[in-house]
């Protein structure tokens, strides 16, 4: 029923590693996101595909590595993480064809050491 | 100076109280307001989501909007417990969801 999932749902690792998330909507939407939260809850974006094509990349360090297998997926893959890297991330889903809101997972907490 | 600045909380209230939560922001540009709840440990769901100026009313929520001011507000009636939650603003210009710029958010707690 979960309309968008993201795995794992915490992820404690050490500084240096490479980790990735995944995020998977069954709602039908066309465009998805990640977003970053950090501890005082200011969400950023970070990137946004439409139908498997990235549209948004903001100011991210490129250690960051979103990949979309299909318009469904989007998955997030961090190399040699840093300790500014904890944080909670999010994926969201929207429908650009009916100006949907966004449609948020439950996040994933990431806690670097 | 941000774009959107939201009150800051933490903010208490009693079981029963109206709760306002405000946001202002400095570009005109934005015309879509939307209201997110985030209960902990759990992504923002939206609450409430306008357009125009003026007010939206779903059950306890009134969401109001004043485009001249640059001024918006989340109304919530009659507050629960459940109701405790951190509440973010967002606002975009256009009816692209990735553009949204988010406040702070404000941490509300409702004691019984």
């Known amino acids: 029923d979960t309309a968008v999932s993201q795995t794992p749902k915490y992820l404690v690792t050490q500084m240096g590693n490479d980790k990735s998330i995944k995020c998977e909507q069954n709602l039908g939407h066309d465009t998805m996101y990640w977003y970053k939260q950090d501890s005082k809850k200011f969400l950023k974006i970070m990137f946004s595909y439409n139908n498997k094509e990235l549209i948004i990349n903001e100011t991210v360090p490129n250690r960051f590595s979103p990949k979309s297998p299909d318009k469904a997926h989007l998955n997030l893959h961090i190399n040699s993480l840093e300790l500014g890297d904890s944080a909670v991330y999010f994926c969201?889903?929207?429908?650009?064809?009916?100006?949907?809101?966004?449609?948020f997972g439950n996040g994933t907490r990431l806690t670097v050491t | 100076q941000k774009e959107v600045e939201q009150d800051p909380g933490p903010l208490s209230v009693p079981e029963g109280a109206i709760v306002s939560l405000n946001c202002t922001y400095s570009n005109s540009a934005f015309q879509y307001f939307m209201w997110y709840r985030q209960y902990s440990r759990k992504g923002p769901e939206l609450l409430m989501y306008?357009?125009?100026?003026g007010n939206k009313e779903d059950g306890r929520f009134t969401a109001q909007v004043d485009k001249s001011s640059k001024y918006i507000s989340l109304f919530i009636r009659d507050s629960q417990p459940s109701d405790s939650a951190t509440y973010l603003c967002a606002m975009s210009p256009n009816t692209n969801a990735g553009k949204s710029t988010f406040g702070d958010g404000t941490t509300l707690t409702v004691k019984p």
């Open positions: 306008t357009y125009s100026s």
């Open positions: 969201a889903s929207s429908d650009s064809s009916r100006n949907s809101p966004l449609h």
